[in-house]
Every structure is written in structure tokens, then in C-alpha cells.
């Protein structure tokens, strides 16, 4: 308990300069370097001025960056409830709240545009409807996918697969050019809300971006952007339903998709997939059908990943095309109506 206390009384430089001491020479030298000239002198004069470090201070600030590093990368992976799951599991759910929470909190403080990430949607599409679509793609893509999904749904028509095209094409963008934009529109935006980096823009950013629009702007988005390019077209639509997402289903739905699916592809399938899917495939087929495929899962032994990863992706297909013919419901964001 007094080891936690005393790392807690660190600030994020002096735990920056612990890690650097433990990590060595060779392998802080190549970090150092690539981080800003401000921060290279305040963590070099902290490191100056260590002259101890505790074993049980260095393994806690090791441990904590380790954690972080993993948090962060689960809630880019599968987002803040899928880490939450996956460090609940491994480390209680006090110890994985409090991870989740620091390590939410550092990513929104790199991200530019906090003022915009603070603004009403509405507010924030009157303020930059009018400007050039780069310039609002740009923007997009550092909101919170549902805030940029209702100004993207908002977005006026002759601008709105202009600007979805933008961002899924969108790779870097220089710190400067980001910085003077933000600069811009905090100064617009100074009376409506109380009161540095790398661009988030691609493919996945676009994704998570329709996901929460209604179905028809989503349709209607993809279906433009397939006759400027085809191929970027395909690759969003691909990207739009993961496997792990038949768990949104319905129950009639996932049944409609089963029959359409080879028994074999099935089995591949659900042995890579989550306990929350296998449960749902389980759930929709009979008692018998369930126990059959969980000895053919148990006698497979250990398969490649990429088999497993073709296997789901021929599912994802099926459910994509049962989509299409208006067979099954994909839950979308926005209002979607059903008309009995």
C-alpha cells in the first residue's frame, strides 16, 4: 500500500523518467529522440535528479505503463466496454476501472479539437457546414464517432459522399496544418462552449462513423462512393459488419443466417470467436445441433488463425448479403424505420 501511495504521488514526468532509467540506455535513447524538445529536457533533468529508485516503485511504474499500453490497445481494438472486459477479467473490476479511466483520460488530452468534442452537435454543423469538405473531414475525424455520424447525417447532400470519401482517403496530416484548424474554429466556436498531433482519418474512422448513421445515409454514402472507386467502396463495406457483431442480431436473424452456413465454416468460426458469440450461435440451433458442433470445435485441435479469420469472414458475407435482399436487420445508429 505505501509502494502505491508513493507512485501515486509522482507526476507523469518523474514515472517518465523512472521508465526511461529502467529501460536503459539503448532503448530510451531511441524514444527520447522521438518525443517534443520540451518534454526531452523536463524528463532528462528528473532522470539528472534521481538518484534511487525503489525495486517495488520501478516494478509498479513498469507495470502501470504495461497495463495502460494494453488498455489503450483493447479500447482501440474492440472499444472502452471490450477492455473493460478483457482487464476485469485479468485484474478485478476496481483495478480495471481504474486503468480504463486513466487511460481514457490521456487519450482525450492528446486529441485536438477538445473544444469540438465539448460542442453540440447541431451547434458545431452550423458552425463548419460551409467550409471546404477537407477542412470538415478533417474535423470529423477527431469527434466521437456518433457526434460526427449526426453532422455527417446533417451535412448537405452535395457535400456529404464528398466529405465521407475524404475522410476514408485521409492518411497523415501535417501537426501544423491540424493545429491551425483547430486554432480556427476554437476562436468560432469561443462563445459557444465553456472553456498538437497525427490524424485518426481512414477507412476505420469512416466505419465507426456510419455505424451510428441511419440506414438510408449509410446506403446512400456507400452507394455514391462506389462510382468515384469502387474498390474503397467495397473495402468500407467489408469493414462495416465484424463477425464478433452478429451478437447485434436478433435471434430470427441469426437463424436465417445459420442455414446459410456451412457446418465446417461454422465450426471455424465460433472456435476463434468470443464466449458472448459462441453463446448466441449456441442460443439459435437446436440442443442437438449445439452439442454436435462443440465436439466437432473440441476434436478440430488447434487450427491457423487465418482459416479461422477466412471462416468468419465467409459468415460476414452471408450476413451482408441477406442485408442486402432485406432478409435479416442490421441494428444501425439514427432511426431506421420497420414497417410491419
Do not use: W
Amino acid at each position: 500500500m505505501k509502494t502505491h501511495n508513493k507512485i501515486n504521488e509522482l507526476s507523469g514526468v518523474e514515472k517518465a523518467a523512472v521508465l526511461f532509467i529502467s529501460l536503459g540506455t539503448e532503448k530510451s535513447s531511441k524514444v527520447l529522440k522521438m518525443l517534443p524538445e520540451p518534454m526531452i529536457e523536463k524528463i532528462t533533468y528528473e532522470i539528472a535528479n534521481i538518484t534511487t529508485v525503489e525495486p517495488a516503485v520501478r516494478d509498479g511504474i513498469l507495470t502501470e505503463f504495461i497495463e495502460m499500453n494494453k488498455a489503450r490497445e483493447y479500447i482501440r481494438q474492440g472499444g472502452i466496454e471490450y477492455a473493460r472486459d478483457i482487464l476485469t477479467r485479468a485484474l478485478g473490476s476496481q483495478r480495471a476501472l481504474s486503468i480504463i479511466e486513466n487511460s481514457s483520460r490521456l487519450a482525450l488530452k492528446k486529441k485536438p479539437f477538445s473544444i469540438a468534442r465539448r460542442t453540440d452537435p447541431l451547434q458545431l454543423l452550423k458552425t463548419i457546414e460551409h467550409e471546404h469538405p477537407q477542412t470538415i473531414a478533417l474535423i470529423l475525424c477527431f469527434l466521437q464517432p456518433e457526434k460526427s455520424a449526426q453532422i455527417l447525417s446533417e451535412l448537405p447532400e452535395d457535400i456529404k459522399t464528398d466529405v465521407a470519401y475524404r475522410i476514408a482517403t485521409m492518411n497523415k496530416t501535417s501537426p501544423a496544418v491540424i493545429k491551425q484548424v483547430e486554432k480556427i474554429l476554437d476562436g468560432k466556436l469561443s462563445n459557444v462552449v465553456d472553456n498538437n498531433f497525427e490524424s485518426y482519418g481512414g477507412v476505420r474512422t469512416l466505419v465507426d462513423i456510419l455505424n451510428a448513421v441511419n440506414r438510408s445515409t449509410e446506403k446512400n454514402i456507400v452507394e455514391n462512393m462506389a462510382l468515384e472507386n469502387p474498390e474503397l467502396a467495397e473495402e468500407i463495406k467489408d469493414s462495416m459488419f465484424i463477425f464478433e457483431d452478429i451478437i447485434s442480431l436478433d435471434n430470427n436473424s441469426v437463424q436465417r443466417v445459420l442455414r446459410d452456413v456451412d457446418n465446417g465454416d461454422l465450426a471455424l468460426a465460433v472456435k476463434g470467436a468470443s464466449q458472448d458469440v459462441a453463446e448466441i450461435i449456441y442460443k439459435n440451433i437446436s440442443k442437438r445441433a449445439a452439442e454436435t458442433l462443440k465436439d466437432d470445435i473440441e476434436f478440430m485441435g488447434p487450427v491457423r488463425l487465418v482459416a479461422v479469420e477466412e471462416a468468419q469472414q465467409k459468415i460476414v458475407g452471408i450476413i451482408r448479403r441477406l442485408d442486402e435482399a432485406g432478409e435479416i436487420f442490421l441494428n444501425r445508429g439514427g432511426e431506421d424505420a420497420i414497417i410491419a
